[in-house]
DNA sequence: CACGAATTGATATGTTATAACATTGCTCAT
DNA sequence: ATGAGCAATGTTATAACATATCAATTCGTG
C-alpha cells in the first residue's frame, strides 16, 4: 500500500518543460492504460482527461463543466464527476483534497497515493511520489497498529519561480 | 515550519481513555492559551470548541450548527465557520481536509501541521506528530526548491480496534 | 437484430462555505 | 458618564461543490 517508485521526482518546475508534449505522452498513456485492462475511455472521458490535463494546475469539477459547455450544450454537473470518478478509478486523476481540485496523474498506472507540491501563489501543483515519505507514513501507522488504506498528502507553500517573484517585489 | 515534537504519539486506540478528563484539559489550555496572547474566547467560540472536542472526531460544520441550534435559537452556518476561523487560527481545532470536518488539537500551542491517521470504519481520527514524516516531507520540498508553508497529512485507514471486528467478521 | 449492461442525459436536490450588510456590545479617551 | 471606534455576532442570501434518481441512448455480444 502507498507504494513510492521514484526516489527523484521529475518535479515540474526544475526546467521549462513542454506542455504539449507532456500533455500528449499522458494521453496516451491513459489510451494504452485503458486499453489494456479493457475500460472504455469514451468521448467525454477522454475530453475531461484532456481538460484537467491542459489546465496544469488543478481544475474545480465546475471549471471543467464551463469548459466542456463551451464545446457542446446540455452538460451537467453529473456528466463530469461522473468522468472524473471513472478517471480516478483507473488513476489517471488525484483529486486534491485540500482545493476541492483535480490533477492529471503523472504516473498513471502504479498503485500509489499521491503527494503533491502546490504554490499557494500560482496555483501549480507538482507531484511527487517519494519513497520516504511514504515509508515514513507507513512507519509511524504501523507502530501505532494502523492499517494504512490511502495517505494523502498535500503540502502548500511557494514553488521556486514564485519565490523569486517575492523576492523582486520585496527588493522593490 | 511544520515542527514535529513527539516522537511517539499518544494515539487514541493505544489504551481506554478518560474523555471527560481529555476534553477538559483541551479546554483549559485553550483558555490559558487564549488569555496569554489576548484573544477573546467568547462564549460561542468556546461552546463550538467543546462541541468540537466532545464528538472526538472529525464533525462537520453542519453537525456543528445542528447541536448549537438545540441550545439557542437563530444560529447560522456563518456563526460557526467564524467560530471555527478564530479556533483554527489559534490552533486549537484542525481541519480534516479529505472528510471536510474538524476535530480538536491534541497539541495547541505549538506550531505544527496536522496528521492525522483516520479509520475508515469507525470514523475516529488520532492526531500524530511524528518528526520522521515531517522531515521527509520537508527533505523532499526543498529538494525541489520548494518551501513549505503547511503540509496536510491525512491517513485513510483502519484503526486497531476496527481491524479486530473485521478479523470476527471474517471468522464468522 | 435483439438483448443486457454500461453510459449518458436531464432534473432536482443535498451539502459545504462565504458575501454582504445590519446590529450589538465592549473599550477607552475625553 | 458618554459617545466614537472596533470587534463580534445576527441575518439573509447565495456561491461552490457534489450526488440521487430515473429516463434515454449507445455499445458489444450472442
Redesign the pocket.
Known sequence: MVRGRRDAAPVLWHRKHDHRRCFEDALARAVSLCRRCG??L????RRVLEVVWQGHRPL????ILETLRAE???????????????LLGHGLVH?IES????VGCSDPGSSHGGQFLICRTCGTAAELNDRRIALAIEGCSSESGFHVHHATIEVSGLCPNCQQSDAKVANA
Not at 474545480?60 to 471549471?63: L, M, P, S
Not at 451537467?76 to 461522473?82: G, N, S
Open positions: 475500460a472504455r469514451t468521448a467525454i472521458r474545480g469539477a465546475y471549471e457542446r450544450a446540455g452538460v451537467a454537473p453529473p456528466t463530469v464527476y461522473r468522468a472524473l470518478d471513472f483529486r482545493l476541492n481540485a483535480f
